[in-house]
């Protein structure tokens, strides 16, 4: 089984490459190897390596970055899934598996599953949500057997020489250092989910065994958790820092039931949160005294 992995060095990616290389032969690719925005690009990637499966990790993300640059989320996220879709149409690859985001539903109080109603309130959830929709589209069209993945928030340590981005531990660890305080939007009583990179990687490896005709799609539940919650835990685990809310910032609840996943996949989230934020205060605390050694 010939597997091409795109976004390979992300997050997931970096979880996902040791995990598929139990079942087949992977070829990962990231932006200095493939450029999913130009057509060219895919069309030579798969020129080289003929794959009996795609798996599409390569994006932008970030709810804040994509309301200033629209244009770019939908290159990256949306045309970059059609050029590699219209690859697989082209080179009769079959099998296709994409990494979503849960944000296409928008904003819930009540657990979203498979069929809620699609809402992105963001050009990130717009563009991922546009790219679910030539998903389908493929799928129908050309027989492509594809799986939709969305998880909420994906969370775990980033190593160096990576930058810290669009983590929201991170974040707010910095803000602890900083100045003490971890600010909240509202009263910080909005709930989101949490998940290791790891545990959306075993979905992944799951959904390529499990091998569903048509489309599936699956929602990736992590650890339930209001904003205050996470906080409080984040400040136990460094051992200081207060909590502040911020009344004026908008803030919103997303939850969903990962109920499909489990019956179908066999998923369930291994990685509880406290072990999520350990292991990220570790690498951070980490970085910080390697940095103060050296200035």
Not at 79 to 95: A, I, P, Q
Not at 141 to 161: D, E, H, T
Not at 243 to 264: D, E, W
């Amino acid at each position: 089984m010939r597997i091409l992995v795109t976004g390979a060095r992300g997050l997931v990616g970096r979880s996902l490459l040791p995990l598929l290389g139990e079942i087949g032969d992977i070829r990962g690719t990231d932006l200095d190897s493939l450029d999913v925005t130009e057509a060219s690009s895919v069309t030579k990637c798969f020129e080289e390596y003929v794959p009996d499966i795609v798996v599409h990790l390569a994006a932008r993300k970030g709810n804040a970055a994509s309301r200033q640059r629209p244009d770019e989320f939908f290159r990256v996220n949306t045309l970059g899934t059609l050029n590699l879709l219209e690859g697989c149409r082209r080179h009769g690859v079959k099998e296709f598996v994409f990494l979503s985001s849960a944000t296409v539903h928008g904003q819930s109080e009540t657990p979203v599953d498979e069929s809620s109603p699609v809402r992105p309130l963001h050009p990130y959830g717009a563009s991922k949500a546009s790219a679910e929709a030539f998903v389908h589209a493929y799928s129908k069209s050309y027989g492509i057997n594809a799986v939709i993945l969305r998880p909420n928030f994906i969370v775990g340590a980033i190593y160096q020489p990576e930058p810290y981005t669009d983590n929201i531990i991170y974040d707010f660890l910095r803000d602890i250092d900083a100045r003490g305080v971890i600010e909240l939007a509202g009263d910080g009583s909005y709930e989101r989910e949490w998940v290791h990179p790891t545990d959306v990687a075993l979905a992944v490896k799951a959904a390529i065994l499990s091998c569903p005709s048509g489309c599936e799609t699956f929602m990736l539940a992590g650890h339930r958790q209001s904003m205050k919650e996470l906080a409080k835990r984040i400040i136990a685990i460094a051992g200081k820092g207060e909590v502040r809310a911020q009344a004026a910032m908008p803030g919103f609840t997303l939850v969903s039931s990962s109920m499909k996943a489990k019956h179908l996949l066999g998923w369930q989230p291994r990685y509880e949160l406290d072990m999520i934020i350990k292991e990220i205060w570790d690498e951070y605390a980490g970085r910080q005294n390697h940095h103060h050694h050296r200035n």
